[in-house]
């Protein structure tokens, strides 16, 4: 990722997100990699936790942070 069109690169973080599972660890499916841009909208990654290189370049989604909402706020 580049960022917006005047340079702004970012700065990536990584979450793995809490779920109502008794195992937390077992049921993770997915990482979520946040990138921060200074102008522009914050972007939030989903990758498969256990892919491969492989599926993680073929099988993500890329959201930017302003259009996803809170899952209890959804209920």
Known sequence: MDG???GDEGIAH????ETDEIDPAGSVLFD???VRY?????RCTLVPRDGTTEEKL???????ME?????DDAR
Do not use: C, P, R
């Open 4 to 6: 917006s069109a005047d």
């Open 14 to 17: 990584e979450y793995a997100a």
């Open 32 to 34: 979520a990699i946040v």
């Open 38 to 42: 200074q102008s522009g909208s914050d």
């Open 58 to 64: 073929n099988a993500w989604l890329t959201a930017d």
């Open 67 to 71: 259009t996803v909402v809170d899952l």
